[in-house]
């Protein structure tokens, strides 16, 4: 059986990539065989795409560039680890997708819907997630949290956009969770982590039913 394909989304410091990894620890613990892994990057071909996009060093080209590059990524990314892990019946869990590129290059870089539509198209195909977790968080909050995690590193290309941008982000997410209730469930970051992973965890439970998913040998063996 085909594997679910989860995905996190939401603005810097909003907690995606430590609540990826705890959904995944724990949907191991009932044997499912899953794979973590984020984007940009996320295969050896896209981790050097995402290099060259963080380092800021395309963002001279402008907006339709960079969209262009976060496709090249996804597109390797996904035909080489994702589509594979699926087939396979292992669950995906990546942190960020599709709706990044929508949000900060579509919503916030202004890129033409027609492109990131036609790149979606050429990157994803169908292959859209079965849920993704909107993490929303003020911007405050996401920014102070970024820092810490940073120390004395410099900012990212997109860490170090204004706190206006950062909020127009925040604004972005949350209409695009509105836009697909079918797909995306809104999640309120600003609690404990007990207590977001737990809401993570009933949501993921009463949608895809992992408790009750056959279990994958090569991982009840490991
Ligand atoms: P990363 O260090 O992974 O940050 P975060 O922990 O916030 O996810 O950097 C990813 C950055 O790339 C983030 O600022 C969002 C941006 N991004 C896009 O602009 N478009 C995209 O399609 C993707 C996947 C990410």
């Not at 859209?128 to 968080?137: A, E, G, R, S």
């Not at 209730?181 to 309120?188: E, F, G, H, N, Q």
Request: proline fraction near 4%; charged fraction near 25%; include cysteine.
């Amino acid at each position: 059986m085909r594997g679910k394909f989860i995905t996190f989304e939401g603005g810097e410091g909003s907690g995606k990539s430590t609540h990826a990894a705890t959904l995944a620890h724990r949907l191991k613990s009932y044997g499912i065989g899953v794979e973590l892994t984020r984007e940009p990057g996320g295969s050896p071909g896209a981790e050097i795409i995402r290099h060259v996009l963080l380092s800021g060093a395309a963002q001279a080209f402008g907006p339709d560039a960079e969209a262009i590059l976060f496709a090249a990524a996804r597109a390797d990314h996904v035909d080489t680890r994702i589509e594979p892990a699926l087939a396979a019946g292992r669950w995906v869990i990546c942190d960020r997708f599709t709706d990044s590129t929508r949000v900060y290059q579509g919503a916030l870089g202004r890129v033409d819907g027609r492109l990131i539509n036609g790149l979606q198209r050429l990157t994803i195909g169908n292959l859209m997630p079965d849920l993704t977790f909107v993490l929303d968080v003020p911007a405050e909050t996401g920014l102070a949290r970024a820092a810490e995690r940073r120390g004395k590193a410099v900012a990212d290309r997109f860490e170090s956009e204004t706190g206006e941008f950062h909020e127009s982000l925040r604004a972005a997410f949350r209409a695009l969770a509105a836009s697909d209730p079918a797909r995306c469930v809104l999640i309120d970051g600003s609690g404990t982590r007990e207590e977001v992973s737990a809401r993570i965890w009933s949501i993921v439970n009463s949608r895809l039913h992992p408790v009750t998913a056959p279990i994958s040998l090569e991982d009840a063996a490991s």
